[in-house]
């Protein structure tokens, strides 16, 4: 595996170019020194590739071996395949080229593994499309950041000799994209080699687009807010909030916060009504027992004007009075009238029984026995 050369003005320029915002989108990039001496991870390494680039992977993986093919239009196909913008496949500095490609990616996203790459996806570049490309990249700079521009090619060419290189560029597929890099604007990543140094420089930018991210997380909050209130809005019981809690299921966890509040409330207002009900029955029974009194001491000063024997019966808080009815005089009849309609009058118990005549009288037609 490729070794991490610690050089401080690499690592200043790195420091610069991790985040630099330009409003709707933001420049990242990586600037990194390494060490192409080789060791025994790089050596499996190069085996690994040997082994997918021979004739019978190429032919596997590119041939129909449904399909019969001559053995010599075989040959031509299989040595155009080996055949990548970098060198010839079977070569072996071609293949180790390719292994310090891949050690340094892996190296540099720790996080992924680029060993399944194909060969094709890297490049031999011009050295001058590659200055180019990279200033016109980070041109915004030469404005916001002049020092930051002045001194890029200067501490690069000084770690490691631009004229002794070779510049070889690296286009990821789009599902390494996705992963790599969601939602960029622009991406190049370069290869600077120096062969005879035995260094390597990995150069990486990209612009990441700031809309995006802040719409993302514009939307994520409101998510958060909305799941935050649909949690306070929630009855995370058993659905029975009705009830108080010694009528909940054994399985379910008593009311809390403003649904024991709630529950509070409508105990102190059930027993208030159930304290005024029971004051207003109470008076009723007191007057209606008060009247019923005063009705039977009226009805024993009458029976006992007119001489007759009554016998007084209470049945269900009702004084039933049963006479023993004699001859009156017309006189008294019409006393007893009036002490009747004096009764009823100062508001009498209309279920008082005053006499059978009184009580038969007082029925609807509809309701009066026909054999009285």
């Not at 050369?5 to 915002?21: K, M, V």
């Not at 200067?154 to 770690?159: R, S, V």
């Not at 009705?242 to 054994?250: G, H, Q």
């Amino acid at each position: 595996m490729v070794k991490y050369l610690h050089i401080p003005s690499i690592e200043s320029l790195n420091a610069s170019l991790q985040r630099i915002n330009f409003g709707d989108h933001s420049v990242c990039g990586r600037l990194s020194c390494y060490s192409l001496k080789m060791v025994q991870k790089d050596k499996k390494l190069v085996k690994h590739l040997q082994r997918e680039y021979s004739n019978e992977k190429i032919a596997q993986q590119h041939i129909n071996v449904h399909r019969h093919v001559d053995p010599e239009q075989l040959d031509d196909s299989i040595q155009r395949l080996v055949q990548v913008p970098v060198g010839n496949l079977h070569e072996f500095s071609t293949v180790r080229l390719i292994s310090y490609f891949i050690s340094t990616l892996n190296t540099t996203y720790t996080d992924f593994d680029f060993t399944s790459c194909e060969p094709d996806q890297f490049e031999m570049e011009k050295a001058h499309l590659v200055t180019e490309t990279i200033n016109a990249r980070l041109a915004p700079l030469y404005k916001s950041k002049p020092l930051l521009m002045d001194s890029f090619w200067k501490n690069i060419n000084a770690a490691i000799d631009l004229q002794q290189c070779q510049f070889y560029s690296f286009r990821p597929n789009e599902d390494t994209m996705q992963v790599l890099r969601p939602h960029s604007l622009w991406n190049v990543d370069y290869f600077i080699v120096n062969v005879k140094k035995k260094q390597l420089l990995y150069l990486a930018l990209y612009a990441q687009n700031n809309l995006f991210y802040q719409q993302q997380s514009e939307m994520n909050s409101c998510d958060d807010e909305f799941k935050m209130h649909m949690i306070d809005e929630m009855d995370i019981d058993d659905g029975m909030a009705w009830c108080s809690d010694d009528e909940m299921s054994p399985h379910s966890k008593p009311h809390h916060h403003h649904h024991s509040s709630n529950h509070k409330k409508k105990k102190e207002k059930k027993s208030t009504t159930t304290t005024t009900m029971t004051s207003v029955h109470s008076n009723s029974y007191s007057n209606y027992d008060t009247n019923t009194n005063t009705n039977t001491n009226r009805s024993r000063d009458t029976n006992r004007t007119a001489g007759g024997v009554s016998s007084h019966t209470h049945v269900h808080g009702v004084n039933v009075a049963h006479t023993n009815l004699v001859d009156t005089t017309p006189m008294q009849q019409q006393q007893q009238q009036r002490r009747k309609q004096q009764s009823h009058g100062s508001g009498g118990n209309p279920l008082q029984v005053m006499s059978i005549n009184n009580c038969l009288s007082g029925m609807p037609e509809l309701e009066c026995p026909s054999d009285l």
